[in-house]
């Protein structure tokens, strides 16, 4: 069984910066991982997702403003979000997909007051 312990969310100013961490159980580098988030009445939607023999996936909406990278020697991947605004507001869910199973986090909560 996959656990993912998520790290990093809090309460930040429109143009602020954060960044969020994930860290998974074992050694699960060769894996899909990366974060969706869901804003309140809104569905869930893929922010970023990284491979390590793709290219990184971003949302448009912050293409320019998040970065994904891992750290596969400690099975962490991290979301560094810069110039954040209000409709950034979301909690943060971070995931791993293992052949054609998700794993999920339990979320961590990121709040952009303008």
């Known amino acids: 069984q996959v656990q993912l312990e998520e790290s990093g969310g809090g309460g930040v100013q429109a143009g602020d910066s954060l960044r969020l961490s994930c860290t998974a159980s074992?050694?699960?580098?060769?894996?899909?991982m990366g974060w969706y988030r869901q804003a309140p009445g809104k569905q869930r939607e893929l922010v970023a997702s990284?491979?390590?023999?793709?290219?990184?996936n971003y949302a448009d909406s912050v293409k320019g403003r998040f970065t994904i990278y891992r750290d596969n020697a400690n099975d962490t991947v991290y979301l560094q979000m810069s110039s954040l605004k209000s409709e950034d507001t979301a909690v943060y869910y971070c995931?791993?997909?293992?052949?054609?199973?998700?794993?999920w986090g339990e979320g961590t909560l990121v709040t952009v007051s303008s």
């Open positions: 995931f791993l997909r293992q052949f054609t199973t998700t794993y």
């Open positions: 074992g050694s699960l580098s060769r894996y899909h």
């Open positions: 990284s491979h390590r023999f793709i290219r990184p």
